[in-house]
């Protein structure tokens, strides 16, 4: 990655907001050591990187095994493809270690971290450049509002709604 690709995603909201906003302040107030969420912070940011950078197929590849896992998770208005891509970016980076292996994180940290990095997450794939940007996956093209608060939903290819 170059280091123009690489300073955008440092610029991104999902790496000031999220990342070292939210994401930082749940860990914290969960007991997770400070060296322990800069390793979260690091491998999510990673992460989402490498989602952000993936050909449209290989994206869909690494997603579509948890659309059925997300069919509850938060926030409901996001479309499948998305909460799913937060599983991959989010969920199950080191971040999971904290709840399966060492039970600092409860069910209920991982539901908030996980519903505080759809937006950004959102906002960081649909950047210009970014290949899955430009994603058809489920035959839905993705949508992000204008504006940070706009809501996500999918949009029928015809452009019916």
């Not at 123009?4 to 914290?28: P, Q, W, Y």
């Not at 980076?93 to 209920?108: I, K, M, N, P, V």
Request: aromatic share 4%; net charge neutral.
């Amino acid at each position: 990655m170059t280091t123009t690709a690489e300073n955008n995603i440092n610029d991104s909201v999902f790496v000031r907001e999220f990342c070292r906003g939210a994401l930082l302040k749940l860990l914290t107030r969960a007991g997770v050591s400070d060296a322990d969420v800069h390793s979260v912070g690091v491998d999510v940011i990673r992460r989402a990187r490498m989602l952000a950078a993936l050909p449209v197929d290989y994206f869909d590849v690494l997603v579509t095994p948890f659309l059925e896992e997300v069919s509850q998770h938060r926030p409901l208005s996001a479309p499948a493809w998305l909460r799913a891509a937060v599983v991959v970016a989010v969920r199950n980076s080191r971040l999971e270690d904290f709840h399966a292996l060492q039970g600092t994180l409860r069910a209920a940290d991982i539901a908030a971290i996980t519903q505080a990095a759809t937006e950004p997450l959102a906002l960081l794939l649909k950047e210009s450049g970014a290949p899955v940007s430009d994603n058809t996956l489920g035959r839905a093209r993705r949508t992000v509002s204008p504006g940070l608060g706009g809501p996500i939903h999918p949009v029928r290819p015809d452009g019916l709604e």
